[in-house]
């Protein structure tokens, strides 16, 4: 069984906020996770974990506890915060297809030995890219080979420009 990783509870992403300073807290018997204290004193809630931190804030559960409409407001400006700092993570980190992109721009440059290593790196990349293709569509991997025999037939059966034709994107041309 495989250990999952947990984000480190981050006292400074807290501390721009004056809703969250006021409300969470890092858990004393571990520093993954963090205490909602209405929630604690409310509801006797237990402490989640600090990647949880905006989902609870947006459960109705932790809502129920803002009782006035200025509470309402902070919790939403706190929300908004959260967003904004999550927007800019994920906007820093970089896109997987242009990084295997990136590679393969790379290593064309560089020049292959010999056949066999160039055959060898070919498959590692189709299978780098397939694997790609099937996680950003959040397809099944058991799936894979019935989906490369429909591809396969497809190609084989069907000329280049009839499936470039048939394409809803223009820009998606199939290149032999």
């Not at 400074?12 to 809703?19: A, C, V």
Request: charged share 25%.
């Amino acid at each position: 069984m495989s250990k999952r990783f947990h984000k480190d509870f981050c006292q400074s992403l807290i501390d721009g906020s004056s809703y969250l300073k006021a409300n969470i807290q890092c858990d004393k018997g571990n520093k993954k996770k963090f205490c909602c204290i209405p929630c604690e004193k409310m509801y006797n809630t237990k402490p989640l974990f600090f990647e949880y931190l905006h989902d609870h804030l947006e459960s109705n559960h932790h809502q129920s506890t803002s009782k006035t409409p200025e509470e309402k407001d902070e919790l939403n400006t706190a929300l908004n915060y959260l967003r904004t700092k999550e927007q800019s993570q994920t906007s820093s980190k970089p896109n997987p297809n242009e990084q295997i992109n990136a590679k393969m721009e790379i290593e064309a440059i560089e020049p292959q030995t010999n056949e066999h290593e160039t055959q060898k790196h070919n498959l590692h990349f189709f299978r780098v890219q397939l694997s790609n293709f099937l996680i950003q569509n959040n397809l099944p991997f058991d799936q894979a080979d019935r989906q490369l025999q429909f591809v396969q037939t497809i190609i084989q059966s069907h000329a280049a420009h009839n499936i470039s034709n048939s394409s809803k994107c223009k820009s998606c041309e199939f290149s032999y």
